[in-house]
């Protein structure tokens, strides 16, 4: 073997080592970035059950939101819907329900930049969540017993039900540029 041939052998060898580590490496990082995603779907989904239980009671939207090593923001915004009765419903002359009352809910959580210890702005949307919902029929048995202890809750569910409408609501932690 000469000279040039043990060069090229070791070139050869380091090329393929090259390769099988930046492989390893953006497998690694693609893992890393689910696992964030995978994170903000889960704080995503926690706030939407808090939503549903007592909006109220979501977390204060000036912090990030820490869950383990991450921080997010998020958004949450709330439009109404209305639902349309097909021919057949139609026909059957049935009295249905007022179908402008449902609302659908939408939360996006955002990655939470560090740019001052006090103050995180917002980064890419990680996880964006939506569901339609009723808002005057509680979830289950402990939203109907929080609801009926506080008379607030129960002149807000009245006054929705008879009509008071209200306009598309956004709240969250993400910061947001002036008329956005």
Not at 113 to 124: F, K
Not at 140 to 159: A, F, H, T, W, Y
């Amino acid at each position: 073997m000469t000279l040039l041939e043990v060069v090229l052998a070791v070139l050869m060898i380091s090329l393929v080592a090259l390769v099988v580590t930046s492989a390893v490496n953006s497998i690694m990082g693609m893992e890393a970035n689910g696992r964030k995603r995978l994170a903000a779907y889960e704080v995503a989904n926690r706030l939407m059950l808090t939503y549903l239980d007592d909006p109220e009671n979501l977390p204060s939207e000036s912090n990030p939101i820490e869950y383990g090593s991450y921080r997010f923001l998020y958004e949450v915004e709330l439009t109404p819907s209305r639902l349309v009765i097909n021919r057949t419903q139609e026909a059957t002359g049935a009295s249905l329900q007022k179908l402008d009352r449902f609302r659908m809910i939408g939360i996006t959580v955002y990655d939470a930049l560090e740019s001052d210890v006090a103050l995180a702005a917002e980064g890419e949307p990680l996880a964006a969540l939506s569901r339609a919902i009723d808002p005057f029929t509680p979830r289950n048995p402990d939203s109907i017993e929080s609801l009926g202890r506080d008379q607030r809750k129960i002149g807000k569910l009245v006054g929705g039900l008879l009509g008071d409408q209200s306009e598309p609501e956004r709240r969250g932690s993400r910061k947001r540029a002036p008329g956005q």
